[in-house]
């Protein structure tokens, strides 16, 4: 059973086209998070939902849309793609825990974007 | 300059030797992450630390709070280790993100 499952794994698309990454987690989690792995292969956070809310936006072009229909899919939405986004982009989740850091996060296999 | 600085950046080991990576940052931590990026990609955390060391199979973490620093090793490495190492980090009262160092990659020969 995959823990967080990401579709789709490649993605190839033109610029300006308007695309979706789906993330689904079936760990009961309540945290869930996108990153953006550049072609350095350096993570950054992009977004945080907790509970459906979106708790972190780390500057990240409003042509970047997650939503969240419930605590268990946060899905990435990205309009007018430009050759600079072409990254890898992975989602994770974990869970809040009163009063401690939040448990492990698990990964996505991640999704290869490529724009042209 | 990161926030999360590892060393080194590139190593080259061959199977049977004891490998360390470090991981430095500046200012507190709430908890600090070891994942693993395989070449195909995909991302594995392996230790969650907030004091001491941990124990999985061949691979131990330890972080010492005082000094901001965290280490990984790897007893009797094996080719199948050759992957990237990342260290990530947690600040209080920042909800939920993680910081993350650039990572080592590591090789293992025969």
């Known amino acids: 059973d995959t823990a967080v499952s990401q579709t789709p794994k490649y993605l190839v698309t033109q610029m300006g086209n308007d695309k979706s990454i789906k993330c689904e987690q079936n760990?009961?989690?309540?945290?869930m998070y996108w990153y953006k792995q550049d072609s350095k292969k350096f993570l950054k956070i992009m977004f945080s939902?907790?509970?459906?809310?979106?708790?972190i936006n780390e500057t990240v072009p409003n042509r970047f849309s997650p939503k969240s229909p419930d605590k268990a899919h946060l899905n990435l939405h990205i309009n007018s793609l430009e050759l600079g986004d072409s990254a890898v982009y992975f989602c994770a989740s974990s869970q809040e825990v009163v009063d401690r850091p939040h448990t492990e996060a698990f990964f996505g296999q991640g999704t290869r974007l490529t724009v042209v | 300059k990161n926030e999360v600085e590892q060393s080194p950046q590139n190593l080259t080991a061959q199977e049977g030797e004891f490998i360390t990576i470090n991981c430095s940052y500046s200012?507190?931590?709430?908890?600090l992450h070891w994942l693993q990026q395989h070449p195909g990609g995909g991302i594995v955390s392996l230790f969650m630390l907030s004091s001491g060391k941990k124990k999985h199979g061949r691979l131990i973490a330890t972080i010492n709070i005082q000094e901001k620093h965290s280490s990984l090793h790897i007893t009797a490495s094996h080719p199948r280790d050759s992957a990237v190492y990342i260290c990530a980090v947690r600040y209080p009262g920042t909800a939920s993100k993680l910081t993350f160092g650039t990572g080592t990659r590591l090789q293992v020969t025969l």
């Open positions: 200012v507190g931590i709430s908890a």
């Open positions: 939902y907790n509970n459906k809310e979106l708790i």
């Open positions: 760990l009961g989690h309540d945290t």
